[in-house]
C-alpha cells in the first residue's frame, strides 16, 4: 500500500468514525428520507432524548456529513455528503490501483 493509500485511509477515519455508530446511521438515513429537520423533529422519530440527538449531530457535523442552516431560531440540518462521498471514490480507486 502507497503513501497516497495511507493517506487517504487516516483522512476518512473520522468519516469511518461517525457512521460505525447505529444512532447516527438513524439521522442519517432520517435526513435522507426528509430533507431538512430540526432537532425536535428528529427526536420524534428515535428513541433518544433531544441532548442526545444534538450530541449526535454535532459529532456528524464535525465529520462534515451534515450542515446547518438557522432559520429565525431553530437550527435545520441537512446531509452534506458530497465531500465524504468523494473521499472515499478517492480511497477506493487508490486501493483499487495500488492493491489489487
Same mark, same amino acid.
Given at each position: 500500500?502507497?503513501?497516497?493509500?495511507? #493517506?487517504?485511509?487516516?483522512?476518512?477515519?473520522?468519516?469511518?468514525?461517525?457512521?460505525?455508530?447505529? !444512532?447516527?446511521?438513524?439521522?442519517?438515513?432520517?435526513?435522507? /428520507?426528509?430533507?431538512?429537520?430540526?432537532?425536535?423533529?428528529?427526536? #420524534? !422519530?428515535?428513541?433518544? +432524548?433531544?441532548?442526545?440527538? +444534538?450530541?449526535? =449531530?454535532? %459529532? =456528524?457535523?464535525?465529520?462534515?456529513?451534515?450542515?446547518? #442552516?438557522?432559520?429565525?431560531? /431553530?437550527?435545520?440540518?441537512?446531509?452534506?455528503?458530497?465531500?465524504?462521498?468523494? %473521499?472515499?471514490?478517492?480511497?477506493?480507486?487508490?486501493? #483499487?490501483?495500488?492493491?489489487?
Amino acid at each position: 500500500m502507497g503513501k497516497q493509500a495511507i #493517506e487517504l485511509l487516516r483522512a476518512c477515519i473520522p468519516t469511518f468514525q461517525t457512521l460505525s455508530e447505529p !444512532h447516527r446511521q438513524d439521522i442519517l438515513l432520517l435526513l435522507s /428520507e426528509n430533507g431538512k429537520m430540526t432537532v425536535n423533529a428528529i427526536t #420524534e !422519530h428515535l428513541v433518544l +432524548s433531544r441532548p442526545a440527538v +444534538s450530541h449526535h =449531530l454535532k %459529532l =456528524l457535523k464535525n465529520a462534515g456529513v451534515v450542515q446547518l #442552516e438557522q432559520r429565525g431560531t /431553530e437550527h435545520h440540518y441537512f446531509l452534506a455528503l458530497d465531500h465524504s462521498i468523494q %473521499l472515499l471514490k478517492n480511497l477506493v480507486t487508490t486501493l #483499487e490501483r495500488d492493491c489489487l
